[in-house]
T-cell receptor
Framework: EAQVTQNPRYLITVTGKKLTVTCSQNMNHEYMSWYRQDPGLGLRQIYY???????DKGDVPEGYKVSRKEKRNFPLILESPSPNQTSLYFCASSLQGAREKLFFGSGTQLSVL | RKEVEQDPGPFNVPEGATVAFNCTYS??????FFWYRQDCRKEPKLLMS?????NEDGRFTAQLNRASQYISLLIRDSKLSDSATYLC?????????????WGAGTKLIIKP
């Protein structure tokens, strides 16, 4: 089944404790992206990747890191999480770019205490 | 002014009714437009792209008005399963293929 797999679904952590949210797609998509969604705001892009080893900042990259060492995986890393990073996170992918149909993971609800 | 604005709702609509909502965008250079649907706290899913000539997919009709910079979504014969939040999405510039601007969504509740 074609899908974007994102883990974990829920995560509660404390300030400063490094964490990684994994994202994997099995559709051979070139484009992958991370978003955060907060109440009353639209999805905001954190980072995106157009291909392996090619990543770039979105609108809200501060406090986040990503890597794209393999085409299928695009993990999101929070080196030192803070409470303002409490949010619902989504990973998405598409064949070649944002103008095409985006496939989303099921989301990660992160709470930083 | 937000780049993409939507009425947050909720729109409470009886089953079977027709409902329409708009989304305004601020950048006249935007070229690609989409409607995504999101069920509560779940992942967004593409409902339809919006083409310049307007397009229809079953009970759903999307239209683009470049002069007034808005897109619209019309749902006919609404079903209970149409209850969701509808997200308006546009590209920020004419050639952007890596970034999208998302509206905060319009919540629709279909009542029996």
């Amino acid at each position: 089944e074609a899908q974007v797999t994102q883990n974990p679904r829920y995560l509660i952590t404390v300030t400063g404790k490094k964490l990684t949210v994994t994202c994997s797609q099995n559709m051979n998509h070139e484009y992958m992206s991370w978003y955060r969604q907060d109440p009353g705001l639209g999805l905001r892009q954190i980072y995106y990747s157009m291909n392996v080893e090619v990543t770039d900042k979105g609108d809200v990259p501060e406090g986040y890191k990503v890597s794209r060492k393999e085409k299928r995986n695009f993990p999101l890393i929070l080196e030192s999480p803070s409470p303002n990073q409490t949010s619902l996170y989504f990973c998405a992918s598409s064949l070649q770019g944002a103008r095409e149909k985006l496939f989303f993971g099921s989301g990660t609800q992160l709470s930083v205490l | 002014r937000k780049e993409v604005e939507q009425d947050p709702g909720p729109f409470n609509v009886p089953e079977g009714a027709t409902v329409a909502f708009n989304c305004t965008y601020s950048n006249s250079a935007s070229q690609s437009f989409f409607w995504y649907r999101q069920d509560c706290r779940k992942e967004p899913k593409l409902l339809m792209s919006v083409y310049s000539s307007g397009n229809e997919d079953g009970r759903f009709t999307a239209q683009l008005n470049r002069a007034s910079q808005y897109i619209s979504l019309l749902i006919r014969d609404s079903k209970l399963s149409d209850s969701a939040t509808y997200l308006c999405v546009v590209t920020p510039t004419w050639d952007s293929n890596y970034q999208l601007i998302w509206g905060a969504g319009t919540k629709l509740i279909i009542k029996p």
